[in-house]
């Protein structure tokens, strides 16, 4: 009997992470993939079975989903249920040997993660974004595509930092903050805050820790 994989969410992150795991599969006949939604819409995504969910699944399970707040909720209650988290790493990106990555992480093509950088459980790191060596991303933290993240930084958890963002060396961002698009980060970003610009200041609180509108 053919072991699950989940994809949980699927949305356009979901499907860029079902494009990352299928060719992982190939060669393993003994896993299927599918995606897993809590209301099911349609019987299935680009030709790919959507299930809803139940704590009584069994398998492996990645979240794909994009706003941070969303990705603690879904973490939560994965621990209640039967399904196992696992990271999904891209063929074409390049993970140093001396990194270390939690359960339930995403990493997408092109990335390069360096030297013991640490990213801890339930983080997603979209397509080319750059880890430099000692960085530390803390649990459901979202880095998009092409952000760099200079050697030392310090992400918070549940934060999420913008397309094209770059980040200095040694940097603190610290829980529960957005970086927006394009932003230039020169100095420690407190918690809670939405930051932007070139460099890179506090906005406003990020009262509603909601990313996508």
């Known amino acids: ?25 190939n060669s393993d006949t003994d896993l299927k993939a599918s995606y897993l939604v809590d209301s099911k819409e349609s019987e299935f995504v680009n030709g790919t079975e959507v ?33 196992k988290l696992r990271s999904i790493i891209s063929k074409d990106a390049f993970v140093s040997e001396f990194t270390s990555i939690g359960d339930g992480c995403i990493i997408a093509p092109m ?9 801890k459980d339930n983080v997603a790191v979209n397509t080319a974004a750059i880890v430099g060596h000692d960085v530390v991303i803390d649990e459901s933290a979202v880095i998009s595509s092409q952000v760099n993240l200079g050697g030392g930084v ?27 698009m394009g932003s230039v980060v020169y100095k420690d970003i407190p918690d809670g805050v939405i930051a932007i610009g070139n460099p890179a ?4 609180k990020n009262i509603d820790q909601k990313v996508f509108g």
């Open 1 to 25: 009997m053919n072991q699950s994989w989940y994809i949980y969410g699927a949305g356009g992150l979901g499907m860029e992470t079902m494009d990352i795991l299928s060719p992982l599969l």
């Open 51 to 83: 299930i809803d969910f139940s704590e009584e699944l069994t398998g492996f399970v990645t979240i794909a989903v994009g706003e941070p707040a969303t990705r603690v909720k879904l973490f939560e209650r994965l621990k209640k249920s039967s399904l």
């Open 111 to 119: 990335c390069s993660i360096q030297a013991t950088a640490v990213i």
């Open 154 to 180: 310090t992400v918070g958890r549940e934060s999420y930092i913008g397309m094209g963002a770059l980040v200095k060396e040694g940097v603190k961002i610290g829980n529960n903050v957005i970086i927006g």
């Open 201 to 204: 200041r506090p906005l406003k």
